[in-house]
């Protein structure tokens, strides 16, 4: 199956995909990596892996519609399988989310429903939760609500800061995401009914 990856930042999920897809075995390959920021990490990681990268600046559109055409355009001259947006800051419009339902992929840092939106593990901590994680979904309209492919959870520990906690979810996410990512690449979970369906619902 054919990625294509969104990044804006470190792209640490991105590279965690990237180095599941180099098994001889796994049923996906990334074939670009996209970014909307000139400065991401994760572009520099992409190349050096011999991926092909693509940045779209918002400043150089009058609109964000026309942001997303020209995405739109790029992404379909490469007719991706699966879009698997990684450290994606941006928000898709309907009209791209219609264009690809049940094909794109998001990871957030925490367990949902709970903690949708940003500054997820303060606001964890902050709850006085004792446990955490992340949650690999499938992309629908409203932000971070699709439906669960994987979760992973890890403790909150005493003397937890944003930063410990953040860097212990992503250890777990760098696991989750190539997990969830071959299932929809095999086949075995897919959308139907704004539910994650799995081979054996059938
Ligand atoms: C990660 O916590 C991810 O869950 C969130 O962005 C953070 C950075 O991701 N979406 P990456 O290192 O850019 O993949």
Redesign the pocket.
Known sequence: KRVVAF??????????LAKACAAADFPAEIVAVFSDKAE???LAKAEALGIATRTFLRRDFPSKEAHEAAILDALDALSPDIVC?????RLLSGTFIQRHEGRIL????SLLPLFPGLHTHQRAIDAGMRIAG?TVHFVTEGMDEGPAIVQAAVPVLPADTADTL?AR??TV?HRSYPLALRLVAEGNVRMEGGKAVTAGDL
């Open positions: 990044i804006s930042g470190g792209g640490s999920n991105m590279l965690a991401a990490g994760g947006l990684a450290g994606y800051m998001n990871i957030h840092p992340c953040a979810v992503l996410e």
